[in-house]
């Protein structure tokens, strides 16, 4: 038998493979670094809501300045008066979008304030043709998670 393939004794220091300390090093170490990088994950799931609201949000302001311009044009094909009492309810919101907001997911209220149109009337005055009321889009199970949404007023 050849020297290279004898086998070798257990008590040989030329043994490969890692002491119990160094496998308990890299154990902790790798807890250390969940501990620190979970608490980032856990916080997507906000995020997500906050970026679901904000698109809802700024869906509303862009079909609002669609609509507002079809009314402006004289077309009334495809676009709807916004000229009553309550601009900012999903049920006047959904009369111009494509795609229906769902009042399940998301609750749509004014800002409220002493500017005009800040309480979501657009009925307020004789002239409110382009009064811009700005409405808060929240997350119904989350209602801390807002975004603002601008909606012109269309006689």
Do not use: H
Not at 80 to 96: E, G, H, L, P
Request: charge should be positive; proline fraction near 4%; glycine fraction near 10%.
């Amino acid at each position: 038998m050849s020297a290279r393939f004898a086998p070798r004794s257990l008590g040989s220091s030329k043994n490969a493979g890692f002491t119990l300390i160094e496998l308990i090093m890299v154990i902790v170490i790798l807890g250390i670094l969940a501990a620190v990088a979970l608490p980032k994950f856990l916080n997507l799931s906000n995020d997500a809501k906050q970026a679901a609201v904000s698109g809802v949000a700024a869906s509303i302001s862009s079909a609002a300045e669609i609509n507002f311009a079809g009314r402006m044009t004289g077309g009334t094909n495809g676009s709807v008066a916004v000229a009553d009492a309550t601009a900012c309810s999903i049920t006047t919101i959904n009369k111009f979008m494509a795609t229906p907001i769902d009042p399940s997911k998301f609750a749509v209220a004014a800002l409220g304030g002493a500017a005009p149109g800040a309480d979501g009337n657009c009925a307020a005055g004789a002239n409110t043709n382009g009064l811009v009321v700005s409405c808060a889009v929240s997350d119904v199970n989350t209602p801390t998670i807002q975004a603002t949404a601008s909606i012109a007023c269309a006689k």
